[in-house]
Structures are given as C-alpha cells and as structure tokens.
T-cell receptor, first 112, second 116 residues
C-alpha cells in the first residue's frame, strides 16, 4: 500500500544550526512533492514545491531535495531560528489517483 | 491570511447530530479540498471539488457528504456524528486548471468540531 513517512519524533536543535527533515514514500510515483508548515491550531502554509525532474530547490533559508530513486525528500532550514519551530508536512501528488496526500508531519523545536 | 474562509471556527455538538461546515475559497480558485485532522491521524484527504463537480475522493465516510455550489463555495455535511468524528476540518483551495492539482493549496484556519 502507499505510504508517506516522516519522523514522528520531534526534532530539537539549537538556534543557528541547520535542521534537516526527512520524507520517505513507498508505492508512489509522485509528479511533485510539496512542503508545508503548520503551527498549532492553524491551517498548513505552503513553503516549497519540487518536481520529479528537479533535484534541488531553494527559497531563502529553505532547501528541498528530491531523490526519486531513493523515494525520499529532504527539507533543510539553515541558520534556524526559534520562530521556525512548527510542524512541517510533506505532501505528494499522485496523478493516477488525483490526490494530494500528506505525511503525518515532523515537529521541529528550535531552542535559543 | 490565505484568503480561504471557513465557518464556524468552533462547533460543539452531541453524538447522532448533523452539522454543516462551510468554506469560501480564494477569489478565482476553482478547486476546493476538504481534509480532516485528528491527533492520531494527521491530515486525511476527504474529497475534492472542481468547478462544482467531484474530482477526487479519499477516505470519506458514507455519513459525510460535500458539495460545491455555483458561486464556488463548498459545504461539508457530517451526519450521525460519533465521538471519533471530533477533529479539525480544513478546507483548502487551489487554481487547479483542468481539475488536477497543479500546485500549492491555500488552507483556511479550520473548523474545530467537538462531539460529546
């Protein structure tokens, strides 16, 4: 069956370090992958989209990689700040099913 | 502000009851998506409408139904409510030319449903 896996445990890092979050998937051939940020009790907010033919995408302090061979995406936040503390969700679009499916998310806590 | 409006923000009701959640998409967006988020399940895709027609269906219970009206607002109807239906229900909209998801979703702030 299709699965999207994100680290269920919270990631705790020191301010200024690089946070790296992982999204693994099985039994999907996604046309693209998206990353969202969600704060407690709020709706998810779109951050980045990367297509299957792109290896890497950057936006300010954010970087996403997409390895379709490993079936994995990595999401990096450089020079992290306490304000980056949130839950980060990856989402895959499966054209065959015409659905945008979300992973369970990884909670990031950046400590001063 | 995403431009997506959901009402009500909070709703408390009893088991067996029926509720309607409403969503107004961003101006110009033709697609509306409904997701359910509970503590132990993450964001679960329920259903997508595009320009008034159902385009994709997820694990939506038979007790739940949705529709999108000519003005593109959407309603999610939940009936015969059970304790397990307590969750945050999110609506999202997207441009989605042709009905297929083509990019980012803009989420509303959600409707928190509590079933007692």
């Amino acid at each position: 069956s299709q699965k999207i896996e994100q680290n269920s445990e919270a990631l705790n890092i020191q301010e200024g370090k690089t946070a790296t979050l992982t999204c693994n998937y099985t039994n999907y051939s996604p046309a693209y992958l998206q990353w969202y940020r969600q704060d407690p009790g709020r709706g998810p907010v779109f951050l980045l989209l990367i297509r299957e033919n792109e290896k890497e995408k950057r936006k300010e302090r954010l970087k996403v990689t997409f390895d379709t061979t490993l079936k994995q995406s990595l999401f990096h936040i450089t020079a992290s700040q306490p304000a980056d503390s949130a839950t980060y969700l990856c989402a895959l679009f499966s054209g065959g099913y015409n659905k945008l499916i979300f992973g369970a998310g990884t909670r990031l806590a950046v400590h001063p | 502000d995403s431009g997506v409006t959901q009402t009500p923000k909070h709703l408390i009701t009893a088991t067996g009851q029926r509720v309607t959640l409403r969503c107004s998409p961003r101006s110009g967006d033709l697609s509306v998506y409904w997701y359910q988020q509970s503590l132990d399940q993450g964001l679960q895709f329920l259903i997508q409408y595009y320009n008034g027609e159902e385009r994709a269906k997820g694990n939506i219970l038979e007790r739940f139904s949705a529709q999108q009206f000519p003005d593109l607002h959407s309603e999610l109807n939940l009936s015969s409510l059970e304790l397990g239906d307590s969750a945050l229900y999110f609506c999202a909209s997207s441009v989605d030319r042709g009905g297929l998801n083509t990019g980012e979703l803009f989420f509303g702030e959600g409707s928190r449903l509590t079933v007692l």
